[in-house]
DNA sequence: GACGCTTGATATAACGATATACCAAGATTG
DNA sequence: CAATCTTGGTATATCGTTATATCAAGCGTC
């Protein structure tokens, strides 16, 4: 039923070998049986055995990208992005949706590895334990981390100016004036927040503004709405939110709607990551701006030089990040009008 | 570097035949054997090469799901489901976006073709053409596809029902009053939007209401806002819109908003999926709700079903939609309220 | 003690492609 | 004209598993 090469150079009236050389591009063939050969396999629908080739040559040219979630929009971007740059090159990208579960990962990964996927491209989920770093080590597996960093400088890795983004966003809130300024999509453990935190508390110390409050919350609309009400029954002295992503600031600014009060005038609040929505939402959202596109794009480019030369010494990329002003921030009120610093 | 199978088995002192039996459970082995080489293969970080099992023995866990657009929160839904349901029977997904391009498409299936996918889920993308279902067909893939129905029948389908729920979405306008009702989402010529706009021209037309409008928008926010401010230019006497989708109704709302008119009093708006954001929306949407997770549960059962057996007749399931009514519908200013019918 | 039966393990031939080495025949050279 | 090169093609081992057949040893049975 499924055609084989053998098959073909049957057809075709030469030998395998030459058959494939045909389909490949390679050896020395005459024009004449080059013709005839691939006249063969189209006439037979022949497509070549993806999982022999890769095992007698050592290469793959499909890539892995082990995600933490799918549904995020931002995502979805990294992942057109570094598919196109893929593309380009004769690669091909299929992704693994782990939902930041580690068990789910770690089946994900080894499915990479039991494929031999030319490469890999990973947002480690929270909690990843080393073994699974190790695992990806040992097997040699170009693999270049995105977004959350870790592994222990093992792999390369493309990510975003957290600490100086969190800094940018806090200090635009408290150039407008507010004091009270909370972290909204805090908690855990993992880097990425460690950085944020921190860039968030720098602010906070070195203008001496009022004492952090640090809220948890997953990283969707719906957990941002239920976050900000409770934020504001215990916090109701806060005027301004920094939120960890756009899908928390969205869902903030939708329970600053439902309590009937605005955002950027009653409570101001800035988002992160700048989504297609934010520029829509109502209000439009103020933000800090990367382009998820093109982050996939570097993504993919520090791939494939990885993949090209695993020799290489391991390399970082950090993208900063811009902050872009829309309506949800303001001065707050009792606050006069008056000339930013 | 990598360890394979026959440095395990050296390890444990054993053949390579006996090694594979053991990591496969198979066979008759003695306790103390399978105990030594189970330890040998995670001394050595032993993971077993899916592509020389898969070849050999014809199997291969690896699903894969060939969708249209990934960044569509429903379908990410959908992905979830059928990704849990695999799961739990041992099989794992793994998802190509073809971005309903069809020369990406065409690249993606021939990926799974080549690696021997041990199923196929499939969104066929918009223009598909006949020669890729033929490629599919030749090589009996284990296919399902889902929402888009094509293939002259040689596939398994899940799918909506379209019909259906567009006829209870309009009617659920026109009992509200609304005479002038556009679709805003429409023009391909595909499958599901024919089948959509023709459950929305049968009753436009059985309740003799005012000439049909199909409005052409892609699926996402920004062009549903585009294509409301449009046709509100356009067709000032329309007074509610059927929307191919959530997206699309969000951004219609939007644009109603910045027309300074209110969805739901003004203009009646209802979509379709029923996503996350529908419910959070200011105003709350009303929609057309179907449970993407349980329809992806109800996909992975389907294409479970066939792989386990590729000579069953093909099946065809379709999921009705369930009018959920929130905020973006009422009657049309100028109707008195009365009874409904 | 020859016979069958069970248990635990192994040798070996696939699976479908590709890399390598090799070869025949004609063209080119000194 | 023998020696060398080029051209176009082929035979074969190999990638890492698994399915199949086979086998040795122990054990009970008549």
Not at 51 to 75: L, V
Not at 77 to 100: F, P, T, W
Not at 107 to 131: M, Y
Request: aromatic share 4%.
């Amino acid at each position: 039923m499924k055609p084989k090469l053998e098959n073909v150079a049957k057809a075709a009236g030469v030998s395998t070998a030459t058959a494939s050389q045909v389909m490949r591009g390679a050896g020395r063939i005459s024009e004449a049986t080059r013709k005839r050969v691939l006249a063969a396999a189209k006439d037979l629908h022949y497509v070549r055995d993806g999982r022999a080739a890769s095992m007698r040559s050592g290469e793959n040219r499909e890539i892995g990208f082990a995600i933490h979630q799918i549904a995020n929009p931002f995502n979805a971007e990294v992942i057109s992005g570094a598919s196109d740059m893929l593309e380009s090159e004769g690669y091909l990208l299929s992704v693994l949706d782990s939902r930041d579960d580690v068990a789910r990962q770690r089946r994900n990964l080894e499915a990479f590895i039991q494929s031999s996927r030319g490469g890999l491209l990973w947002v480690p989920a929270e909690d990843t334990d080393d073994a699974t770093y190790d695992l990806l080590a040992a097997h040699g597996m170009p693999t270049v981390t995105f977004l959350r960093r870790s592994g222990r400088g093992r792999f390369d890795h493309v990510g975003i100016e957290n600490h100086e983004a969190f800094r940018t966003a806090t200090g635009h809130l408290a150039d407008l004036g507010h004091r009270h300024i909370a972290y909204l999509g805090g908690s855990a453990q993992f880097g990425v927040r460690t950085e944020r935190i921190a860039g968030y508390r720098a602010i906070m110390d070195e203008r001496d503004l009022a004492a952090p409050i640090i809220w948890d919350t997953r990283d969707d609309k719906l957990s941002g709405l239920e976050a900000m009400l409770d934020l504001y029954a215990r916090h109701p002295d806060v005027t301004a939110v920094v939120c960890n992503g756009d899908m928390v600031a969205i869902g903030a600014c939708a329970a600053i709607n439902m309590l009937g009060l605005t955002p950027g005038s009653d409570i101001s609040v800035i988002g992160f990551d700048d989504i297609q929505d934010a520029a829509i939402a109502a209000p439009p959202l103020t933000t800090m701006a990367v382009s998820p596109y093109d982050l996939g794009r570097k993504l993919a480019k520090v791939a494939l030089e990885r993949i090209r030369d695993n020799d290489m010494p391991t390399s970082s990329v950090l993208v900063p990040a811009e902050l872009v002003e829309r309506e949800t921030t303001g001065r707050p009120r009792g606050v006069n009008r008056q000339k930013r610093p």
